[in-house]
């Protein structure tokens, strides 16, 4: 361990040698307010994104799973209105809906040859609403005036319903849910004028620190309890939202 921690400083001190030999510096020319007007100040800008994904799977196999039969699907709404304070710099409000539909027609988990569990006729939805406070910030690519970048910086509360359900017919059960989440997000994305007063966009969720909790009530009579607070920093391919934008 000793040993370990000697070879960090050292490694520390000769790569702190090599930046301050020469006193030279190193300037990426990034600077909030330099650089061209993107977005000049006194507009407002108001749209909307949706975003969509849906995963089929039919007889598929996975680690531990095999067999899997099941659909889920995920549909988002979110409408949005921006005022750029200074130049761009917008601050605004956003409201989101958010469709969950998670089908399990069957699946089979084998730990080992004489411990297998399966999952037949579940199915999960989910219905919960969104509002939230954003900062953005507008980057032009180069000195281009129709090309940028933006990041969001979103503080979001939602709530919602769900039903869960197991088995068909006289077999079948069912437990409501109560939904209720938190969270702070960034949102970077890519931003094109077609117009003066027209945009398209397209984001991703790169960062986020959230905290859901479900209340469950099974069969009008059992309670149950689910939380789960975590941060992530990773490239979510399946929030991905395009969206349109006026400015006026």
């Known amino acids: 361990m000793k040993r370990i921690v000697s070879l960090l400083i ?3 001190l000769f790569v702190s040698s090599l930046f301050a030999q020469g006193n ?11 650089g061209p007007t993107f977005m000049p100040k006194g507009e407002f800008i108001f749209g909307g994104t949706i ?30 209105l921006y ?18 539909n998670i089908g399990i027609g069957s699946t089979n988990l084998a730990i080992s040859d004489d411990l297998q569990f399966s ?47 197991s088995g068909t017919g006289e077999d079948m059960t069912g437990s409501f849910q109560r939904i209720f989440e938190v969270g702070l997000d960034v949102v970077p994305g890519v931003v094109v004028f077609l117009s003066n007063y027209v945009s398209v966009e397209a984001s991703i969720a790169v960062l986020g620190v959230n905290y859901k909790k479900i ?4 069969s009008q009579v059992y309670e149950g ?7 992530n920093f990773k490239l979510n391919f399946l929030s991905v939202g395009l969206g349109i934008n006026f400015v006026i």
């Open 10 to 12: 050292i490694s520390t």
């Open 24 to 34: 030279k510096t190193f300037e990426r020319n990034i600077s909030l307010t330099d």
């Open 51 to 80: 975003g969509y994904n849906h995963l089929n799977f039919d007889d598929y196999e996975f680690l531990i799973l095999n067999g899997i039969t099941a659909k889920t699907s995920t549909v988002t709404v979110t409408p949005n």
């Open 83 to 100: 005022y750029s304070f200074a130049k761009n710099m917008a601050i605004g409000i956003k409201f989101a809906y958010k469709h969950t």
């Open 119 to 165: 999952i037949k006729d579940w199915s999960n939805v989910q219905n919960t609403y969104y509002g939230a406070v954003a900062y953005r910030y507008y980057m032009p690519i180069g000195q281009s005036l129709r090309f940028g970048l933006f990041t969001d910086v979103m503080l979001n509360v939602g709530g919602g319903q769900g039903k869960l359900l």
């Open 215 to 218: 209340e469950q009530t099974r």
């Open 225 to 231: 309890l689910y939380e789960n607070t975590g941060a």
